[in-house]
């Protein structure tokens, strides 16, 4: 759908229209404050600067309370700055009401959660075709949509078992199923790994590197550097700062690289 | 890579073809392989230190082979290596020796340094990752093997993270 739709929405908000060389996300000087329980104010993200290009695999790192969760908070705009300027592919959208945000978030920005937070009482199908209900799908493509995404994520069968009876890896698949199911330009993930077990954990980002290979953006939040190394960008935060911002290594064979990494962990003594 | 040698000489005897081959099979990928000249090599010192010894055995239509079997002195080398626990992981540390002494050098800061480690660290941990895919899950321990070097990994930039919160706390006092 939604291409053309969406080039018109962002025409309308007074944005430019998004291409392919339109970044996905721009932030601009973001600063967001919180409060602790005794009412005093810490500043959680200080000034961050971001660009984030259409295709790109992103991952935050940093030590807990550096602020990278309120930072994907911030892009998602489940939180709203305090100052600073955010742009969705083109589209100026810190100034947005929660409702517009709300209408964003369905189609285009998925959102996948540590706890997956799914709709206990509502089955897989109906968890995945929700949202694409919601953005205005009809009955039959939402239907058609859920079925080619829960066959891509070996989630065939599950379709009227209830979040309840899976396993975390399955539950988060489901999730990751509900956050694509609109075709969203932009999939956020708040450490999507990081209840799982290691299957779980090699399974979530096994499909997110598939995702991303067909071109799918991700900006995910992590403090597993297994997980971020999944990630084609290391955007290392520290309290409330990026302090680096790191291209990890193309594709080559792991020994051609210069230093020996891996087989200098490797080696055993004697 | 003499005691591992000596340790499947232990199973039974073998020639040195077959040795770096259950080496290859046992460790998968991921472990650096000794090469076949490196095998032979090794194995020759350990005949010549009593550890081994080797017998020809005639073949028909390629050269003699060599095999080795263990002597009773290579057997107690092998038991002495199983009964020490080995050493625990490093104290001494390159990276942490540049970090101590970089201050007052005017030639890299703390945090630069920090920085480059971390994405030495990262790319390293990409490359574990790839061989992890890429070996067969079946292997079990070449999978622990990965997974071991993942962990540690893990925990050097964990490391990473409290040196660099630790510089971040002094620079605010100063």
């Not at chain 1, 993200?45 to 550096?66: K, M, N, Q, Y």
């Amino acid at each position: 759908m939604s291409r053309e739709h969406r080039e018109g929405r962002a025409a309308d908000g007074g944005g430019i229209p998004a291409d392919a060389e339109t970044p996905v996300v721009v932030a601009e000087a973001l600063v967001k404050m919180h409060r602790t329980e005794a009412g005093t104010p810490v500043k959680a993200v200080r000034g961050v600067d971001l660009r984030i290009e259409r295709g790109e695999f992103v991952a935050i790192t940093g030590p807990s309370g550096a602020g990278k969760s309120t930072l994907l908070h911030l892009l998602g705009g489940l939180h709203t700055p305090d100052s600073g300027r955010i742009w969705l592919e083109g589209e100026r959208v810190d100034t947005y009401s929660e409702a517009r945000w709300a209408v964003l978030r369905r189609r285009r920005i998925g959102i996948v959660f540590q706890f997956f937070n799914l709709i206990s009482h509502l089955t897989v199908a109906d968890n995945v075709e929700l949202p694409a209900l919601l953005a205005g799908s009809t009955p039959r493509q939402a239907r058609d949509r859920r079925a080619e995404l829960l066959a891509d994520l070996g989630l065939e069968g599950k379709e009227n078992s209830t979040p309840g009876e899976l396993s975390g890896g399955e539950q988060q698949r489901v999730a990751l199923a509900r956050a694509l199911v609109n075709r969203s330009s932009l999939l956020l993930a708040d450490e999507p790994a990081g209840s799982l077990d290691s299957k779980g954990t090699r399974e979530v980002l096994k499909l997110l590197s598939r995702y991303h290979a067909r071109g799918q953006t991700i900006v995910l939040v992590t403090h597993d550097a297994r997980v971020a190394s999944a990630a084609d960008r290391v955007i290392s935060l520290f309290d409330g700062r990026i302090v680096d911002d790191a291209a990890l290594g193309g594709g080559g064979a792991p020994s051609s690289r210069p230093g020996g990494g891996v087989s200098g962990t490797l080696e055993l003594k004697g | 890579m003499r005691l591992p040698l000596l340790a499947l000489l232990a199973r039974g005897p073998a020639h040195g073809y077959e040795l770096k081959q259950a080496l290859e099979k046992l460790l998968g990928a991921a472990y650096p392989q000794p090469n076949i000249g490196q095998v032979y090599v090794t194995l020759g010192r350990l005949e010549k230190a009593g550890l081994i010894e080797g017998e020809d055995i005639a073949q028909s239509s390629r050269p003699n082979k060599r095999t080795y079997q263990l002597t009773d002195a290579g057997r107690e080398a092998v038991a002495a290596w199983f009964d020490e626990p080995t050493d625990e992981p490093r104290v001494r540390d390159e990276f942490f020796m540049k970090l101590a002494v970089a201050p007052g050098t005017g030639m890299t800061d703390q945090v630069a340094l920090i920085n480059k480690q971390r994405r030495h660290y990262l790319n390293a941990m990409r490359d574990l990752s790839r061989l992890a895919a890429a070996e067969d899950r079946d292997n079990r321990v070449a999978q622990l093997l990965i997974e071991g070097a993942m962990l540690h990994l893990q925990a050097d930039l964990d490391w990473l993270e409290r040196c660099q919160e630790e510089l971040e706390q002094l620079e605010e006092l100063e």
